[in-house]
DNA sequence: GTAGGTGCAAAGGATTTGCTTAAAC
DNA sequence: GTTTAAGCAAATCCTTTGCACCTAC
C-alpha cells in the first residue's frame, strides 16, 4: 500500500529532544504538539503551547522546533504561505508525506523518487544527492466533506 | 528518458512577460535572465540585471518575476537558505526538476507522482490535488570533477 | 492620454540571535 | 556548580507594498 498512518511514536518528551534538558516549557510544547495532529508551522505551535504557558516566548518554540527536528522527531513536511510546516515523524523508513489541505493530516507514501527515476538519471550521467516530494490532497474524511 | 534537456523557448522578451508592456527594464532583465542559464533567486538576477543597469530597484526584479512567473515563462524550481528558486521553464508538459547544486544547471525529469502513486492514495480513500518534487544533484560535468 | 512599470523607501512576516536570568542535572 | 534553556527584544533576511513619477502603447 502506498498511503498508511503517520509513522510516529508514542509521545514520550524525554526522546523528544534527543539529549537536551527536559524543561517545564519544553514538556509543554511536547503536550501542546500531541495536540495539534497532523502538520503545523511553529507559530501554530506557539499558540498551542500558549494556551498551556501563557507568555512563552516564540524563540524558545522555534529552538524546540529546531532540537526535535534534529533528534529526528519532526520533519519538514512543506510549506504554507511563507511558513515552514512541520510534522511528528519517528523517521525510519525512507517516505514522503501526503498533506490534507482540510484538516491538516499527514499520512506517508512511499518514495516515487528512489528506483526508476534515480537509476535513469544515474544512467544519465547525474548523480541525485537529495529530493522533495510532498503532496497536498484531502484525506478521506475531507474528500467526502468537499465532494 | 526520465532525464532531458530543460524544455525553454528562446529568449523572446516580447513573450516572456505574457501580455505586459515591454519597458528597457525588462529587455535588459530578458537579458540578464538568458546569462543565468540554470537556477536561480531574484538577489541572483537582480545582481545580473544590475551590470547592465545599475540602480534598478529589487522591487522591479521581483515584480517582473512575479509576471514571468504568471506567464509561465518560470517556474518556481526549489529553495535555497531562505529564498526562492526559480528556473526558465517553457511549461508545456507536466514534469519537474532536477537542479545540479554545483553550477546549478536545471533539467526536467518526468513526474514520478502521477500514476501507481496517485491512483493508490485515490483507492485508499485521498485526494491528491497537487505535489510538488525537485531532485538536487550533480550534473555529469560537476560529477566527474568531484568524484 | 492612460494603464502599466519604475524606483525608492518603508512595511511585513518568519526566523534567528544576543544577552541576562533561571533552572536542570 | 556548571551547563543548558527561557524569555525578551532587537536584528536579519526575503519579499511585498505605497506612492510619486515616468513611459510604452
Request: some cysteine.
Amino acid at each position: 500500500m502506498t498511503t498508511a498512518a503517520h509513522p510516529t511514536e508514542p509521545l514520550d518528551a524525554a526522546r523528544l529532544y534527543g539529549r537536551g534538558r527536559l524543561s517545564a516549557a519544553r514538556r509543554d510544547i511536547a503536550q501542546a504538539l500531541a495536540s495539534l495532529g497532523g502538520a503545523f508551522t511553529a507559530e501554530d505551535l506557539h499558540a498551542a503551547v500558549s494556551a498551556l504557558r501563557p507568555g512563552i516566548g516564540v524563540a524558545t518554540v522555534y529552538r524546540a522546533v529546531a532540537a526535535m527536528a534534529e533528534a529526528n522527531s519532526l520533519a519538514l513536511v512543506g510549506a504554507r504561505d511563507g511558513s515552514t510546516l512541520y510534522a511528528r515523524c519517528a523517521g525510519g523508513k525512507h517516505h514522503h508525506h501526503l498533506i490534507c489541505t482540510g484538516c491538516g493530516t499527514v499520512v506517508s507514501v512511499a518514495c516515487p523518487v528512489d528506483g526508476p527515476l534515480v537509476r535513469s538519471a544515474r544512467e544519465a550521467g547525474y548523480t541525485v544527492t537529495a529530493h522533495e516530494v510532498t503532496l497536498y490532497g484531502l484525506c478521506p474524511t475531507c474528500s467526502k466533506e468537499r465532494g
